[in-house]
């Protein structure tokens, strides 16, 4: 069984919600990244969604447009990426790292060796958001053979037959887009999300994470009740944003601390 | 040729040209691409779409585009006979129209009343507007900031024509970073919002789409051409960008295996300063970038890097998918024209001929320069002049010293 499916398993024993946050890997600066996946951890992440840079990045909003650029700038490659996450291993070799990007680094880079080098650092995941299940199926079983999960998006209007193939070529968990549109946008629909996430579950057979426009612990706890985990992205990089760079690393602490509270406030009315 | 006796299908029913093409996207595009190809296949059946689709380039564009024998150009080059299809004569100005019509009135078919389109040089945005404005559809057009600035009347034609055109202030502020925007806006508003691509890359269906509205082009040169010199072209050549108006004239004479085509890809700065925006020439690394797979300007770590070129429309760092498969099959083959010899071809074809070509243009006429005094004079050259240059006097009066 993989980390990651040891731990969606582990937390739904215990009747919790994972969270699962997401910061783009070099953003501020390359330094703090190592830090920042610590600080996720103690505040109370399962799951730590790491952005790859790209400079495309098409399905993305401009808080995590921004952020890749940033990253960019700062010299952050895709083999920079691997390396921080082999940092991060050094002292934590528990909480799951799931690498998010675009096909394009990875394409260069070759599959084959890509998925040596991140299995090589730690890497327990993979979301390449530009590969749908069809155009991936060689690179898919080159992750599951290596013990990868192969992490793939659902979104709204995803039919029944796209289920199936997300079944079939995925592993770990689904990445459920509450929305129409890119990161960070606003607006969820709850009863849409209500009313999908258990015909998923049911389909796939796989936890379901639910991301994009999930701003606070208010609407991580709407979508928690829902889903076996919420991913957060945009909002967390607009807190690196807005702090001075000597308190990055405790407000973000402190941003999830925050959401795990309201989260795990769930099993507590439950129970 | 091995090629003659088997039939050119591409792409496949998944929408791959050998190795390239496909449909890389997120997973919230997936449906919306399902729709599309389905609407689409339904008006390709439709007699009355086709028929529709024929009057509107007829009696609003003004097709056909007249083939024009430049007998002073050629002349002037010694050597083989230059014939200009005139794709500059259609309303607007440029090829790009075509395209833009049969994308209209699929989005009409479909009931989406808003539609977005990217623009480089400002010729896609402008044919967008102007059908938008003839459909009555809502028209948002994203162009990068970079290229606001380099078009600023082809920016002021859009406003005219009532769209609203949205700077695109990300990454290198150009036509890449505006596909991207426009993306994201489908993406966002994809219920009653069409996205009219420009040119033959994007997800499929969109390559192939834009291939079938363009192919007017090649269609009416294969009538064309007998008429006026009572056979085919020996070579037919057109600019490569994204690589619309070449397919739109290559697609037709694939099957003839006496026609050699010739695309010819923009230079910038000369290949070996890596100043260029030429991945077909340079033989660019393969990658995945706008939904397809093709050969892509690159770094040692996949991210796209900025590309040069004297005309913004052909400043794109990728290239269609059938491009890249025409390169790899060796159907067609691909070259680079410098900033310095399109412009020098621009200024002869002004003198010569008096037709002031689009910059994108002048690229196939600088090759058919270099080309021509190599052949006899009684080898053909059918040269698609996809645009006239009206836009781009800024441009050229710059690279002149002249400030308006």
């Known amino acids: 069984m993989s980390k990651i499916q040891a731990t969606f398993q582990r937390l739904q024993a215990a009747g919790r919600k994972a969270l699962i946050p997401f910061i783009t890997a070099g953003d501020p600066d390359p330094a703090a990244t190592v830090p920042l996946m610590h600080a996720l951890v103690e505040g109370g992440a399962d799951v730590i969604e790491l952005g790859v840079p790209f400079s495309d990045p098409m399905a993305d909003g401009p808080t995590i447009q921004r952020a890749s650029e940033?990253?960019?700038?700062?010299?952050m490659s895709l083999r920079k990426v691997l390396a921080l996450v082999a940092e991060f291993r050094r002292t934590d070799t528990n909480t799951p790292v799931v690498l998010m990007g675009y096909a394009n680094p990875i394409e260069a880079m070759g599959g084959q060796a890509f998925t040596a080098a991140a299995r090589e650092a730690g890497v327990d995941g993979v979301l390449v958001v530009d590969y749908p299940p069809q155009e991936c199926v060689e690179f898919a079983a080159t992750l599951k053979g290596a013990g990868l999960d192969p992490i793939f998006l659902l979104a709204p209007t995803s039919s029944a037959q796209r289920f199936a193939e997300v079944a079939r070529a995925g592993s770990g968990y689904?990445?459920?887009?509450?929305?129409?549109?890119?990161?960070?946008?606003a607006n969820i629909d709850l009863?849409?999300?209500a009313r999908r996430i258990p015909q998923i579950r049911a389909a796939v057979g796989m936890p379901v994470g639910v991301g994009f426009g999930i701003r606070d612990a208010e609407s991580a706890r709407r979508i928690g009740e829902l889903a076996d985990g919420v991913v957060i992205g945009s909002r967390i990089i607009e807190e690196i944003e807005n702090s001075a760079p000597g308190e990055v690393v405790a407000?973000?602490?402190?941003?999830?601390?925050?959401?795990?509270?309201?989260?795990?406030?769930?099993?507590?009315?439950?129970? | 040729m091995q090629m003659a006796d088997t039939p050119y299908q591409f792409p496949d029913a998944s929408g791959h040209f050998g190795p390239y093409g496909g449909v890389f996207v997120a997973e919230t595009l997936i449906p919306a691409l399902d729709e599309l190809r389905q609407a689409y296949a339904e008006c390709q059946r439709d007699p009355a779409f086709v028929?529709?689709?024929?009057?509107?380039?007829?009696h609003y564009v003004g097709r056909p585009s007249p083939i024009y024998h430049a007998r002073r150009l050629s002349e002037k080059f010694g050597g083989a006979q230059i014939y200009l299809k005139r794709e500059d004569l259609n309303h607007t100005g440029a090829h790009k129209v075509n395209n833009c019509i049969g994308q209209a009135l699929l989005a009409r078919r479909m009931g989406k009343p808003r539609v977005i389109a990217e623009t480089g040089a400002g010729q896609h945005g402008?044919?967008?507007?102007?059908?938008?404005?003839?459909?009555?559809?809502?028209?948002?057009?994203?162009?990068?900031?970079?290229?606001?600035?380099?078009?600023a009347a082809n920016v002021y034609r859009m406003k005219l024509l009532g769209a609203t055109v949205v700077p695109v202030e990300s990454g290198s502020r150009t036509l890449k970073d505006a596909m991207n925007e426009a993306m994201r806006d489908w993406v966002t508003n994809v219920g009653n919002t069409f996205y009219i691509i420009g040119t033959v890359a994007g997800p499929h269906p969109y390559p192939v789409l834009v291939r079938d509205f363009q192919t007017v082009i090649g269609k009416e040169c294969k009538v064309q051409m007998p008429e006026l010199t009572g056979r085919q072209p020996d070579y037919v050549i057109a600019c490569v960008g994204g690589g619309s108006?070449?397919?739109g004239i290559f697609h037709p004479y694939i099957g003839e295996q006496g026609v050699r085509l010739v695309g010819v890809e923009a230079a910038g700065e000369g290949i070996e300063t890596g100043h260029h925006a030429a991945p077909l020439t340079a033989n660019a690394r393969v990658g995945v970038l706008h939904g397809n797979r093709t050969y892509l300007m690159q770094d040692e770590d996949g991210q796209i890097i900025e590309t040069h070129s004297i005309s913004a429309g052909l400043d794109y760092p990728g290239v269609g998918p059938e491009h890249a498969w025409l390169k790899d099959s060796g159907r067609a083959e691909y070259v680079g024209i410098t900033?310095?010899?399109a412009l020098q071809a621009f200024h002869d074809l002004c003198r010569c001929e008096g037709i002031i070509p689009a910059l994108e243009s002048s690229h196939a006429l600088a090759y058919a320069a270099k080309l021509a005094p190599q052949l006899a004079r009684d080898k053909i050259l059918l040269v698609n002049l996809s645009g006239r240059g009206d836009k781009d006097m800024h441009t050229v009066a710059e690279r002149s010293g002249i400030h308006f």
Do not use: P
């Not at chain 1, 689904?174 to 946008?185: A, N």
């Not at chain 2, 529709?52 to 007829?58: G, I, M």
């Not at chain 2, 402008?126 to 078009?151: H, I, L, N, P």
């Open chain 1, 70 to 75: 940033r990253a960019l700038a700062k010299g």
């Open chain 1, 174 to 185: 689904i990445y459920y887009v509450s929305l129409k549109g890119v990161t960070g946008s």
């Open chain 2, 51 to 58: 028929a529709e689709f024929e009057y509107e380039l007829k």
């Open chain 2, 339 to 341: 900033d310095a010899e």
């Open chain 2, 126 to 151: 402008v044919a967008t507007a102007t059908v938008a404005a003839r459909y009555g559809m809502e028209c948002v057009v994203y162009m990068g900031s970079e290229d606001v600035k380099r078009q």
């Open chain 1, 191 to 193: 009863d849409e999300v």
């Open chain 1, 251 to 271: 407000r973000v602490r402190d941003f999830i601390k925050g959401i795990r509270t309201a989260l795990d406030q769930i099993g507590e009315t439950a129970r």
């Open chain 2, 245 to 247: 108006n070449a397919i």
